[in-house]
Structures are given as structure tokens and as C-alpha cells.
């Protein structure tokens, strides 16, 4: 009998735990089993292993194989153990010293002619890794090696097929370590960012995106269709200040993990998904039997927007209560749970009505009362409570599309907000937006005049215990752009300008 324990790791939401592949080969009928959880994608290994073997010259061992993936209880995805599974077969007949097997960590996929191919969560895997006390080599493909580099570790090391692995292992041959990316030359690309300028007229709305990227606020912009409303969310990421380190590796470990993957050239770039109003809620939040991250997840530290909001499904929709408040989603299964993180900044984009003309001085809505009243009902009222601002985005006037000055660009705006960033930051070490209760309380007091003004605008809007703090909040930022260090009653009045649907449940 012969035994060989390889060392490779699972995925469980973006943690990376260790897994010990083991292989033992005994006398018996020729079979071929894995167990340890796993799932399709593993079970299929079987058939992989054995053509690479063949392919890449090596003998099949005529035995009953046995593939354990410890611990049992974890659940094994993916093509990443292919090459551990192979390696743990030629080592097992090869005897292989035990203590060479410890030193390297093994992950890839193996095609039929025993290339490796990339990997999802190369850059979790090197992560990982690294945090290990362990300090093992990390032996990736070398498609995801490449990713894997932005983690910084060191022990990162490419293979192009499984007999370059296997001579590493048994002759020594060092394999190369991946080239690091150098850091994007421009982090916010603003050479290719949508321009402010770009768009006509819009005061109202343009000073609310102001808003929203100095604080991190949510926002939703309602208006009839061509008044700029998409216009105008796509070129928020161009306002935002540069990602942090932390930011952006966050960023891309989560784009990892999806199926998109990470590329070098995207570092420190925020993210701006917008799905589409089809999407289904494990879609747009995460899920699946081995969950993965949803849109909300992908934009972490970037920009998800929702257009034509009221289009979306009303229970989809509910499904961003809870990462809107805590900034991460949990996902539970039967056998298993994942956490992602999801603190994106929500801008969502809706028509008046589902004609879209509600209100229009040259009376184009047919619509019924009754059919306003259920489109706008599809935002519940504890979804608005949760959005910060609600602004209106009237039709552009002749003279604002006619008008050849172009407006305000993107440059001097995000220089007021960095400013404001920056003075939140010295104050509380987090953007307004992300305040607690205790730190609201602490850093958003108000005037005697404001505080009337607050006292009149929660009996006339109906304003609940959550949507008080977050308007809050909301007049810090404003006072922040002001550069005024404290909140006084035209702040707090700008801010109650922005609950046009606070009553609305």
C-alpha cells in the first residue's frame, strides 16, 4: 500500500481553507474514487487525471485509488484540485519524501493533454496563503499566477503543464515567479472617465452627486426618459477619491471569485456595475448550491446602479436591505454559508411613472392614479428609508441643451470632494455615510435651528428612526463641502431637500 498527502485549499466565500488531498493506492480491483464532499466538477477529476497521466507519458497505476479531500466535512468545488490529485497519484507510486510534498501548496485544473488551466479565486488562494504561518510555495497555473501576484506573496510560482510541476518536485527545476503588477498609472483612468461636463444643465442633480461622492451617500434620481438621469450615475466613480490599498485588494479578491476573474490592468480602479432589471435576487445579491458573489459584492468599494429601478422586482429589490445597512450579505444553505462583502454606493435611476411622463407640462401621461400608485409601491418604504437622497431630474430647458459653454468638469469637483473626504476622514476615520449611531450622535449635532427644522420635517415627512440619523449624516457632508465645522440650519434645510420620497411607504 502507498500513501501521499498533498497540500491545495477550498473556497468558502472569500476565505480560503486549507485542504489535505490524500491518495493511497492499494491492491484490488482497478477503481478509481474520491470522497470528502465533493462536488460534480471534483468527481469528474477522475477522467481528467487519467488522460493527463497518459498524455504527458506517465503510467496509470493499475490499483484501487482512493482520493481523500480532508476535512470531510467541507464542501470541495471546481477543477482547482486536478493537479494536487495527479501529483498525489505520482507521488504515491514514486514515493516521494513526505517533507517536499509539505513545502508547496498545489491548485490548477488539468486539461487532457495535462496543461494546466486557470483557476476562480487565484488571488483568495495566494492570500491565503500568504497569512499562512506555514510559508509554503504556492504553485498556480500560469494564466492565474498572474492574478495571484497582487497578493504580494513571494512563494508564488507558475506552471504551464503538470510534468513542469512534477519536475520541481522531483528534480528540483525552480518555476518562475510571476511579475507583480506595477500600480495602475492612473488609479480613477480619468484620461477615459465620462466627463461632468458632458452633461447639460442639471444644477440640482449635478450638486447631489457632489454630494453623494464627498459623504458616500445613496442616491436615487427620478425623472422623465433623456433629462441624464444614466448620464449622471456613470460618471460618479470619475468624483470618487483614489482606492486605498485595502480597497482595492478587496476589489479584486471579489472579482476573483467570480467568474470574470481579476486583471492586473484593473488595480485600484472602482468598480460600476449595473445589472440589468431582470435580474434574479441570488443574481444581484449572491447565492447558488456553492455561493458566489452577486453585483452587490462585485461593486465593493465602487458603484452599483440600478437603472429604471421601478422595473426591478419588488422582492429583488429587498434583498439590498441588509448589505445597504451592514455592508456585507450572508448567504445560508442547508449544508453550507459564505459571507461576501458588499459596501458599494447604490445610485438608482426611476421614472415618475411607468410612462415616464408624469407631470409633464405638455400632458403626455395617460397614466391611471391607481398604475402610479403601484409602480411607485414597488419601492418599499423600508428600501427608501435606506437611500439617502432622493432627488428629482426635470426635463432639460431648450436654452441648457442649446447652451456651447459646457458645464462644470469632473476635475474641480473632485477636488471639493476630496477635501470633504479628507476632513471626514481626520475627523472620524470613515465616510459620513458610514457612521454608527453612537459616532451620528457624536459628530452630527445641530444648531438650535436646525434642530426646529428637524423636529418640523419628522412630523411633516413621517421620518423613521433610520431614516433621522442617515439625513444626519447627510447635512455632515454637506457641511463638510461647505468646509464648516459645524452643522447649522441651511445644511440641515439642503438635506431635508433630499427626502422627496420619505413618505412614500
Not at 498525489?88 to 501548496?105: H, N, W
Not at 434574479?280 to 462585485?298: H, K, N, Q, T, Y
Request: proline share 8%.
Amino acid at each position: 500500500m502507498s500513501l501521499a498527502v498533498v497540500r491545495s485549499r477550498g473556497l468558502v466565500g472569500v476565505e480560503a481553507p486549507s485542504v489535505s488531498v490524500e491518495v493511497h493506492l492499494a491492491n484490488g480491483l482497478p477503481a478509481f474514487h474520491i470522497v470528502g464532499l465533493p462536488d460534480t466538477e471534483v468527481r469528474e477529476s477522475r477522467e481528467r487525471v487519467r488522460a493527463a497521466l497518459l498524455q504527458e507519458g506517465f503510467e496509470f497505476p493499475n490499483r484501487r485509488i482512493t482520493v481523500n479531500l480532508a476535512p470531510a466535512d467541507l464542501p470541495k468545488g471546481s477543477g482547482r484540485f486536478d493537479l494536487p490529485i495527479a501529483i498525489g497519484i505520482l507521488s504515491a507510486c514514486a514515493g516521494i519524501a513526505p517533507e517536499v510534498l509539505e513545502r508547496v501548496e498545489l491548485m490548477g485544473e488539468l486539461s487532457l493533454t495535462g496543461e494546466l488551466r486557470p483557476i476562480r479565486g487565484a488571488l483568495v488562494l495566494a492570500l491565503a496563503v500568504r497569512r499562512d504561518p506555514a510559508s509554503r510555495l504556492l504553485v498556480l497555473p500560469t494564466a492565474s499566477a498572474a492574478e495571484a501576484a497582487v497578493a504580494g506573496y513571494a512563494g508564488t510560482r507558475a506552471a504551464n503543464s503538470l510534468r513542469e510541476v512534477w519536475q520541481s518536485l522531483v528534480e528540483g527545476i525552480a518555476l518562475p515567479s510571476p511579475a507583480a503588477p506595477g500600480p495602475a498609472s492612473s488609479p480613477l483612468r480619468l484620461d477615459t472617465a465620462p466627463d461632468l461636463a458632458q452633461v447639460r444643465g442639471q444644477a440640482g442633480a449635478r450638486r447631489a452627486l457632489e454630494i453623494a461622492a464627498a459623504g458616500g451617500h445613496s442616491l436615487l434620481l427620478i425623472g422623465p426618459p433623456g433629462t441624464g438621469k444614466t448620464m449622471l450615475a456613470q460618471r460618479l466613480p470619475g468624483l470618487l477619491p483614489p482606492m486605498t490599498d485595502l480597497e482595492a485588494l478587496e476589489s479584486a479578491a471579489i472579482l476573483s471569485l467570480s467568474g470574470f476573474g481579476f486583471r492586473a490592468g484593473d488595480w485600484g480602479v472602482r468598480p460600476f456595475r449595473s445589472p440589468h432589471h431582470t435580474v434574479s435576487g441570488a443574481a444581484l445579491v449572491g447565492g447558488g448550491s456553492m455561493p458566489r458573489p452577486g453585483e452587490a459584492s462585485l461593486a465593493h468599494c465602487g458603484v452599483l446602479f440600478l437603472d429604471e429601478l421601478g422595473e426591478f422586482r419588488r422582492d429583488v429589490l429587498e434583498t439590498l436591505r441588509e448589505p445597504l445597512e451592514s455592508g456585507r450579505v450572508s448567504i445560508s444553505r442547508a449544508a453550507r454559508q459564505a459571507e461576501f462583502p458588499a459596501a458599494f454606493q447604490l445610485i438608482a435611476a426611476m421614472n415618475p411613472c411607468p410612462c415616464g411622463y408624469f407631470g409633464d407640462p405638455k400632458g403626455r401621461c395617460r397614466c391611471q392614479p391607481d398604475e402610479i400608485s403601484r409602480y411607485r409601491h414597488r419601492l418599499s418604504g423600508p428600501l427608501l428609508d435606506r437611500i439617502d437622497m432622493h432627488v428629482d431630474v426635470p426635463p432639460v430647458s431648450q436654452t441648457d441643451l442649446l447652451a456651447s459653454a459646457a458645464g462644470e468638469a469632473s476635475a474641480p469637483v473632485r477636488e471639493r470632494v476630496a477635501v470633504a473626504r479628507d476632513r471626514a476622514l481626520t475627523r472620524q476615520s470613515a465616510p459620513n455615510a458610514g457612521l454608527s449611531a453612537a459616532e451620528t450622535e457624536r459628530h452630527c449635532r445641530v444648531d438650535e435651528a436646525g434642530s426646529s427644522l428637524l423636529s418640523g420635517a419628522i412630523e411633516r415627512l413621517g421620518l423613521s428612526a433610520r431614516a433621522l440619523p442617515r439625513l444626519l449624516r447627510l447635512a455632515r457632508t454637506i457641511a463638510d463641502l461647505a468646509q464648516s465645522e459645524h452643522i447649522v440650519a441651511r445644511h440641515v434645510a439642503e438635506a431635508i431637500g433630499y427626502r422627496r420620497l420619505a413618505g412614500v411607504k
